[in-house]
């Protein structure tokens, strides 16, 4: 079955740096775009960025642009999210996301909390 398993969430000072992993099973990782959403409290979820499957394009939210680095690593089914420059807004749980045989799929998310 699908599986996808976020870590490398935490509390973090405004501008200052996380990288966030998930850790993909249970499809051809390879064959598929992966993408970031997060949820903050009380709104909706969002997206945040993608990913093709050869990691040679990607796309993200004007409101991450030029601070957050989304990348992949086919021989580990892994996609991260580098996140840099952090503020209190980026405060959500984020969430990765693969659409597989129709149907998409969400891991369990890993929290962000950006605070002085």
């Known amino acids: 079955q699908v599986q996808l398993v976020e870590s490398g969430g935490g509390l973090v000072q405004p501008g200052g740096s996380l990288r966030l992993s998930c850790r993909a099973s249970?499809?051809?990782?390879?064959?598929?775009?992966m993408s970031w959403y997060r949820q903050a409290p009380g709104k909706e979820r969002e997206f945040v960025a993608v990913?093709?499957?050869?990691?040679?394009?990607?796309m993200y939210a004007d409101s991450v642009k030029c601070r957050f680095t989304i990348s992949r690593d086919n021989a580990k089914n892994t996609v991260y999210l580098q996140m840099n420059s952090l503020k209190p807004e980026d405060t959500a749980v984020y969430y990765c996301?693969?659409?597989?045989?129709?149907?998409?799929?969400w891991g369990q998310g890993t929290q962000v909390t950006v605070s002085s």
């Open positions: 990913i093709s499957s050869g990691g040679e394009s990607t």
């Open positions: 249970g499809f051809t990782f390879s064959s598929c775009s």
């Open positions: 996301n693969v659409k597989w045989v129709a149907r998409y799929y």
